[in-house]
Structure formats: structure tokens, C-alpha cells
């Protein structure tokens, strides 16, 4: 039987904590505790599953390399979300490229409340596509997102996608709390937009 990792039980923030005082074997459960998570972040925002790949890559050699930096006590999964959207950015404008938003099947949490955004949206009132299957359906959402400014897309897909609270968002962009809550109320409106229009166009 497998050995569990004694560190498995430590927070976010111990972790980061020990490798701060030299650790170095605790960064290895830090990179596999994000790894799906932040791996999946990218590949949507990025629409591009090797890109991704080599973000996730330079994400963690930029955590390696700032621990240093990391205010102790300041939470840490926004913190790795602000490196990582950064390193997606310098990426895109290295190769000339705008993101491209994925929406393969969000991952379910154990609470079941972690929702997709199509799910969201065909929450909303009455469905407009009751002629349109789930496929097209996922078109359009992909559609409306790769036509949202960037930074409306990063707090859409943090909030919906990728889970993370308000606050999180807010500490990860750094911005203030309500600057999130405008974002993402504007893209919705957007996002909500199209999605009539094309219900009006298959009635």
C-alpha cells in the first residue's frame, strides 16, 4: 500500500511557509496539489493544450523563484493565479496570439456547486435553445467569450470555471473586490446578449 505524503495534510500557505526556510522537497507537493487545476486554467484561457503546458512550466519556475517574495500569510492559490495568468500574458505577446477560451466539462468539486458556464447560463430564466443542441450551445458561449476584452475573460473564467471567490479574483488581479463584481456582471450582460439573440434566430 502506498504511503500517503506526510505534507498532504499541511495548507497552501505551510507549505510555502517550509520552502521559504529551505524545504525544498515540500515545492513537489505544492506543483502536484495545483497541477490539474492550474494546468486546466491555462488550456482555457490559452485555447492551446501545449502552450499551456509550458506556461504551467515557467509558472512554477516563477514560484520557485519568487518564494522570497511571497508575503506570509497572503493566501496562496490566488497569489499562483496572479503568476500564472501573468506568464499566459507574456506568452501570447511573445508569439503574437490573443487567448482562445476551451470549454471542455468544467471539473465537478465535492460539494457539486462548481458549475460551467453554459450550465449558468441555461440557468437563467427560460432557455432560448430548446432547438439547439449542446454542441452548438458550446459554440456560441466559446463564440461570445473569445469576443470579450481580456479582462473580462480572466474573471469569467476564474469565477465560473476555475471556481475561486470573489476576493480570490480581486487578490489575483489585483484589483479591488468590487472592480470584480463589475466585471463579471458586464460580461455576463454580454455573454446573456448573444444568448438571446441566437434563442430569437433558431425560434
Known amino acids: 500500500m502506498r504511503e500517503l505524503d506526510p505534507l498532504a495534510k499541511c495548507s497552501d500557505e505551510e507549505l510555502l511557509g517550509l520552502f521559504r526556510k529551505g524545504q525544498r522537497d515540500v515545492f513537489g507537493t505544492l506543483v502536484r496539489r495545483y497541477q490539474r487545476e492550474l494546468y486546466g486554467y491555462l488550456r482555457r484561457y ?3 493544450a501545449d502552450l499551456a503546458d509550458d506556461v504551467f512550466q515557467t509558472t512554477f519556475v516563477q514560484v520557485f523563484a519568487k518564494a522570497g517574495q511571497y508575503e506570509p500569510g497572503r493566501p496562496v492559490r490566488p497569489w499562483l ?10 506568452a501570447m505577446r511573445k508569439i503574437g496570439r490573443h487567448p482562445t477560451v476551451s470549454l471542455e466539462q468544467t471539473e465537478t ?7 460551467g458556464l453554459i450550465d449558468l447560463l441555461e440557468a437563467r430564466e427560460s432557455d432560448p435553445f430548446d432547438n439547439v443542441d449542446q454542441a452548438e450551445t458550446g459554440e456560441l458561449v ?19 470555471y476555475q471556481g475561486l471567490k470573489y476576493q480570490e479574483i480581486a487578490d489575483a488581479l489585483e484589483i479591488p473586490l ?6 463579471l456582471h ?6 446573456q446578449e448573444v444568448w438571446e439573440q441566437a434563442g430569437m434566430k433558431n425560434d
Open 46 to 48: 490559452l485555447g492551446d
Open 81 to 90: 493565479y496572479a503568476i500564472a495568468t501573468n506568464q499566459a500574458i507574456d
Open 109 to 115: 468539486e465535492a460539494d457539486g456547486e462548481r458549475r
Open 142 to 160: 466559446r463564440a461570445c467569450l473569445d469576443r470579450l476584452p481580456d479582462f473580462l475573460k480572466q474573471v469569467i473564467l476564474m469565477a465560473y
Open 178 to 183: 468590487g472592480t470584480v463584481k463589475s466585471r
Open 186 to 191: 458586464a460580461a455576463m450582460m454580454k455573454l
